[in-house]
């Protein structure tokens, strides 16, 4: 895997790798996170809106495969997800992190610039079983059945009632009467499956 690739390539190729079994994959727009069985993260792709973290491209170079240190999220990672320009991994101690582009909300968290190469701790989420990405807006699912949105809202994927951006977890209080079970997210909506808590 710590192979410099500079070609495009049309047609998929797998390329067996000794050593790691992957388990889970999320691709964004132009970087990919890759989840091995036993919590290590790989990412590959651009550099683009920090996506890659604290790496710093080759002379002559614009991507790169590497490993992302458990270090950064206090232990090995169990879920993974990837919007366009943004990543969200959990973390086996039920820890969230951010990173990437976050000038439209989709960190979680505050962020200074419109974007943050550092994975940081989304600090209002918890107890998370399902954890998607849109375009530049995310969902999570609570292990209880609460609805979270934050992120762009320009059409009102946050389910917010107005096309605010969201800029942390918030609960949506149109389903809080359900239980939510599982949902989606696209380039410029959300959808959710939900039933009733009896």
């Not at 047609?11 to 069985?37: C, M, N, W």
Request: with cysteine.
């Amino acid at each position: 895997l710590n192979q410099m690739i500079t070609k495009s390539l049309e047609t998929p190729v797998l390329e067996p790798q000794d050593g790691y079994k992957f388990v889970r994959i999320s691709a964004g727009s132009f970087h990919t996170l890759a989840l091995t069985e036993n919590g290590n993260l790989w990412c590959f792709g651009t550099f683009k809106y920090g996506v890659a973290t604290h790496h710093n491209p080759p002379p002559g170079h614009s991507m790169l495969v590497y490993a992302i240190s458990k270090s950064l999220f206090d232990g090995p990672i169990v879920k993974i997800a990837c919007g366009w320009t943004h990543c969200l991994v959990q973390s086996a101690s039920e820890k969230f992190f951010s990173w990437g582009r976050g000038d439209y909300g989709q960190l979680g968290r505050s962020c200074d610039q419109s974007h943050d190469s550092n994975p940081q701790p989304i600090e209002d989420l918890q107890c998370v079983n399902s954890l998607r990405c849109g375009s530049e807006h995310n969902l999570a699912i609570t292990d209880d059945g609460k609805l979270f949105t934050w992120g762009w809202n320009e059409h009102g994927m946050c389910a917010t009632g107005d096309e605010n951006n969201v800029v942390r977890p918030t609960q949506v209080r149109a389903v809080s009467n359900l239980l939510s079970v599982d949902g989606g997210a696209g380039a410029g909506h959300c959808f959710i499956l939900c039933q009733d808590k009896d």
